[in-house]
């Protein structure tokens, strides 16, 4: 049997369990989140088999970082599933409910969507973190994970697939495309009527690959070219510490900052202030002519540093003469991931906030704060920066979609 | 400047779209409305054009039925768009807006897609249609017309361009490709960060190449294999109603019903009474074996027909064993857009309606409610038969998205 027929037999199996109840959904998840920390050893010894995989193959350290997984690392997996479990259900809201004209009851109400895809790299944690998500929202999930990571993944899906049977429902609720190659992407990108949806989570390359690729529809997730803005009215302290921690708090996570945008008439004055701030943390500028001019030495920065997502200890500067330029910069340069404003004018906050056509916008915050933990939402299976159907973190509820409900006695049109 | 370009400047034009207020969108509505109705002469000057051309080329009726206008015709396309004028704004209306732990306050907000791009077919009144749904929900817009009505698009778009001119805002907020060859729509369905969303209105053939080629995120709509099911607790006066409803007021749209289930226990007595309904009607019925019994001399469906929206006077007819057996024919052969049971049955019809995927789920009314006008959305740019971002008849809510806009007062993470 080939990899379309088992997913076949996920979109059949999904029909089941979006009518289980949420006290179903949670107990398959809490013996989930119990078979992993009575498998600790099952899992590391597969997890093993990859990390020396790795090594033979020369994988670099930030991937090997990612991939390693510990007696500790399992445990928080197990209890963030836990904590999903907590949440409520998304599935069975009613979102709006009225009388037609022609006599028709209408109930609009929240439902799985169905089959959800995702497409990862070599972190295995995130098979437990869909896997729990996608259970609790009723949707079936296909996975189709990195080939670094292709052991222990097996060994995570496969004690997922033994709760289920030992809790006698199909074991078809959860899928990992065990073929590893890029084909088998590449086909499971067009399962039309099959996935309903495609999450890709990693870097730009898998990304774009998806969404040039899909004809199933797509979530576009995480690119973050992100942006701070100081305003001429902005208090220089809390300045420094927005971009301090927009930088330096997690370089490699897409809310992290990449450029700085200065108005004119402070920026010789506040320049030096942020230069010495961030070489406490080995912090590379790039500057405009301008910022050069003031932060001597710096190298200067070129129209594609603007475009760039550092993901790393690399700020751009650039001097802009006011909010209007800022947000001129913003529009041509941004991911529309997330952008922030620090200033004490409240016209010019209001009109950044408008004028900036991104997920989340911030006035005198760190745009670090664009997570589904932070916002709330409890859980998040990746940050949307696309317009459709989700925008900025996604919890639970966006991983549903709505049904029209209609009863009637007869009516006819 | 190739279509391209243009398209740019329509992004480009989006963002000032984008923060109007509610007062002048509708005030270039109405103007536009007034100067449809000015320009009576001018736009059927240009559909003359068409009609001649179509004339030429050997047109079927159905297709210059849809192309032609009449002083009526565009009275009626200008009192729609003041319909549009009389909804709310969709724009602007705040989700969700709480304090968060780490003690910045966030406010989830609706705002315009940007750019919606839709390609069409033959009919000039989806021009008029669209424009005033995407302006009055803040988003610019990308026309497709097809080719046989180019003269009365561009007649129409010019019109809407001297009222964005005269009003002293840029033009490009409305933007129509004349180009109308197929290579200037695959181009166009790639115009990623340019255009935000396609909504492809029109035949199977469109809506599936648009899904296969486009890498800009799409809204399927409009496929509609609908199903009316007979249970055998069914009021059989209420059930022919509805079956003469949904097949024959208005064979061609996508709402109708195009396959008859019927219960077991009944479909002796039922049937018969179907035949002589439907035949007043001249309705075509196709089959099962069971069913080719007692209707004697009638087609046998084949498994083809099961999947065939007819769009006609065709009705594909089949005897099942239950409700059971009823959904998962449903879940086999159904495009997910509208479905019915009608029962007196509460168990079998709460069953149906959670078991079946479709946008819309009825119990005892005529599918051919699905309808923005009949869900009393104000207005419709289509119907979605996918299950991201919207389902069912999509409204100026549905031309929306939204965004997070956060104020902190120096808060960092």
């Keep these: 049997m080939n990899f379309t027929d088992n997913c076949r037999l996920v979109k059949e199996a999904s029909y089941s369990l979006g009518i289980l109840t949420n006290e179903q959904r ?63 259900s998304p599935v069975g809201i009613v979102l709006d409910e009225y009388d037609a004209k022609s006599g028709i009851h209408i109930k609009k109400v929240s439902v799985p969507i169905g089959v959800v895809g995702i497409i990862y790299e070599a972190r295995p944690n995130v098979t437990s973190d869909c896997i729990s998500l996608c259970i609790k929202s009723g949707n079936a999930i296909v996975l189709k994970g990195g080939k670094e990571a292709i052991n222990s993944n097996m060994a995570i899906v496969s004690l997922a697939k033994e709760v289920l049977r030992e809790l006698g429902h199909d ?36 990304i774009d690959s998806v969404v040039k690729n899909a004809t199933v529809p797509v979530i576009e997730t995480g690119a973050g070219n992100c942006h701070v803005f100081v305003d001429e009215s902005a208090d220089f302290d809390m300045a420094l510490n927005i971009i301090d921690n927009a930088k330096t708090s997690r370089p490699s996570v ?77 529009r041509k340069h941004s991911t529309n991931h997330s952008e922030a404003i620090i200033t004490k004018d409240t016209a010019n906050a209001e009109y950044f906030l408008n004028a900036i056509d991104s997920a989340a916008v911030y006035v005198n915050a760190s745009t670090r704060f664009t997570d589904g933990g932070e916002f709330m939402l409890g859980a998040e299976i990746g940050i949307s920066t696309q317009k459709l159907h989700a925008r900025g973190p996604m919890g639970l509820r966006e991983l549903t979609s709505y049904k029209y409900v209609v009863t009637g006695n007869g009516e006819i049109r």
Tied chains: 1, 2.
Excluded: Q, W
């Design 26 to 88: 949670d107990e398959i998840l809490l013996r989930f989140a119990d078979k992993l920390k009575a498998n600790v050893d099952y899992i590391l010894e597969n997890n093993n088999k990859d990390l020396e995989h790795a090594k033979e193959i020369g994988l670099k350290t930030s991937m090997m970082d990612r991939l390693a997984l510990s007696e500790e690392r399992i445990i928080s997996m197990a209890d963030a599933i836990v904590d999903v479990v907590k949440l409520p």
């Design 171 to 206: 074991e078809n609720y959860v899928y990992l495309i065990e073929d590893t190659t890029r084909e088998s992407t590449n086909a499971m990108m067009k399962l039309n009527g099959i996935i309903d949806v495609l999450i890709p989570r990693g870097g730009k390359g898998l």
């Design 254 to 330: 897409c809310n992290a900052a990449e450029t700085l945008l200065v108005h004119r008439n402070i920026y010789k004055e506040f320049l030096p202030l942020v230069k010495e701030r961030l070489d406490k943390k080995n912090v590379e500028l790039r500057g405009c002519e301008d910022t050069c001019k003031v932060l001597t030495g710096i190298t200067e920065a070129t129209e594609e540093d603007f475009f760039t997502e550092y993901n790393d200890l690399i700020l751009a500067v650039k001097v802009v003469e006011d909010v209007n330029e800022a947000v001129k910069h913003i």
